[in-house]
């Protein structure tokens, strides 16, 4: 299987196009930015598997996932990267490890919820309020013991949620562990796998291209690697999983609520917290001389225009017909709505970046060419489905692997730099 060429393309695309959401949310940052990026990778994933029993709970299971990715956006990493740009091995192999922590929480976050909504059925339904109960109740207790009781602090001075959000993560282990989700249980532990080395790793790249004299965007290198690795191991889970083939009867998933927060809601906050009329002038400044209003005004216009009118195309678009029945969603209208949805992300990176007036942030471009490359591919691939037993055994051996990886990365980067700008210590 590992070596079937589809499969292997399948990963690759996965990979792509939540590695270029998260690029793309670096951004925009925080919980929105990564919220808007994880439906972009679940939308992905559903349309390479080419079940056509998913396609009507891909805007469900796209806010699922968004939900997920989007929660693990409220933890704090800033002085964590700082800790791998150091020249000890402890500060940087404790930076590089949390990181794994970081990004792990996230991506199990993301995977499992995005897992459960694809196991959702009226047959075998998840029973959602139970499971937010059961994760707000998590996350209280973590954060309590770990933060207030015990103060095992990870940021110091920054914010610590990163413990709320383990605790969401444990609640959410035990719901799908409980209820023998299987298959979700997969699709959160790959993903969580995939994007805790990819955070780690990253994050290494980043260092390792600061310390050259290259002009470009590391930063942008870490964020497209976290987003890469947690869609290849998202995408690794549901491709091995076995799922029930359940087809619903016309009319049985309702898409408003999930549409409207997927296409209006989320967008609307990342315009609100984003297009702010400070930092457009600062970005005016440094590419235009003169007035910088006029521009700063019409870009945020622009930007607030393109997502009210595309959020307005498709809720007509997926409206409930004259019996009241959604419709039955077909391939051709989730990958629609996948490639809009992916192309206004960009657009909007173009128009707070100013990259519609300048070349200055190279990275930008690189955006379209993943797309080009995505949506000729993605209808053009179909893995091979094939069921792999879950084995804790396993998946601990590679959690030991990707530590002693870390630990040789760590020394190939301590050994390769001088004390970069922005270090941060948290051990003397």
């Known amino acids: 299987m590992l070596t079937n060429k589809q499969f292997i393309t399948a990963l690759l695309l996965a990979g792509m196009s939540l590695g270029t959401a998260w690029a793309i949310r670096g951004q925009f940052g925080h919980e929105q930015g990564a919220a808007w990026a994880g439906t972009i990778g679940a939308l992905a994933v559903i349309l390479i598997a080419k079940r056509t029993d998913w396609y009507n709970k891909a805007l469900k299971a796209a806010l699922a996932a968004g939900l997920g990715w989007g929660i693990g956006g409220i933890m704090s990493y800033g002085k964590v990267v700082g800790f791998g740009r150091g020249v000890d091995f402890g500060n940087v192999y404790y930076g590089?490890?949390?990181?794994?922590?970081?990004?792990?929480?996230?991506?199990?976050?993301?995977?499992?919820?995005?897992?459960?909504?694809?196991?959702?059925?009226?047959?075998?339904?998840?029973?959602?309020?139970?499971?937010?109960?059961?994760?707000?109740?998590?996350?209280?207790?973590?954060?309590?013991?770990?933060?207030?009781?015990?103060?095992?602090?990870?940021?110091?001075?920054?914010?610590?949620?990163?413990?709320?959000?383990?605790?969401?993560?444990?609640?959410?282990?035990?719901?799908?562990?409980?209820?023998?989700?299987?298959?979700?249980?997969?699709?959160?532990?790959?993903?969580?796998?995939?994007?805790?080395?990819?955070?780690?790793?990253?994050?290494?790249?980043?260092?390792?291209?600061?310390?050259?004299?290259?002009?470009?965007?590391?930063?942008?290198?870490?964020?497209?690697?976290?987003?890469?690795?947690?869609?290849?191991?998202?995408?690794?889970?549901?491709?091995t999983s076995q799922w029930d083939t359940v087809v619903e009867r016309q009319g049985a998933h309702p898409v408003f609520l999930p549409l409207f927060i997927v296409v209006a809601f989320i967008p609307f906050v990342v315009w609100e917290q984003s297009f702010e009329t400070e930092r457009l002038q600062g970005m005016y400044r440094n590419l235009i001389s003169g007035d910088t209003f006029t521009p700063t005004r019409l870009t945020q216009i622009t930007a607030l225009v393109m997502i009210l009118g595309t959020a307005t195309y498709w809720l007509y678009r997926f409206q409930p017909d004259a019996s009241g029945s959604y419709l039955r969603l077909s391939f051709t209208d989730v990958q629609q709505f996948f490639l809009v949805h992916l192309s206004l992300y960009i657009l909007l990176s173009f128009l707070i970046t100013g990259s519609v007036i300048s070349t200055y942030r190279p990275e930008q471009f690189l955006y379209i060419g993943n797309l080009i490359l995505i949506g000729f591919f993605i209808k053009r691939t179909k893995p091979i489905f094939s069921e792999s037993l879950f084995q804790w055994s396993r998946w601990a051996m590679a959690f030991v692997v990707v530590l002693v990886f870390i630990a040789l990365i760590a020394l190939i980067a301590i050994n390769s730099h001088e004390e970069l700008a922005g270090v941060n210590k948290r051990f003397e």
């Open 96 to 239: 590089l490890v949390m990181l794994l922590v970081i990004g792990g929480i996230q991506g199990f976050l993301g995977g499992g919820l995005f897992g459960l909504a694809l196991s959702d059925s009226s047959i075998k339904p998840v029973k959602w309020h139970l499971l937010m109960i059961e994760m707000t109740v998590g996350a209280l207790l973590t954060y309590f013991f770990l933060i207030e009781q015990w103060g095992w602090l990870m940021t110091p001075p920054r914010s610590e949620l990163w413990a709320a959000c383990l605790g969401m993560a444990l609640a959410l282990l035990a719901f799908v562990s409980r209820h023998q989700q299987r298959a979700a249980l997969r699709v959160g532990v790959f993903s969580s796998l995939g994007a805790g080395f990819g955070f780690a790793f990253g994050n290494f790249l980043q260092v390792m291209g600061s310390s050259t004299d290259l002009s470009f965007n590391f930063w942008n290198v870490m964020e497209y690697s976290i987003g890469f690795f947690g869609g290849v191991g998202m995408a690794y889970g549901a491709f």
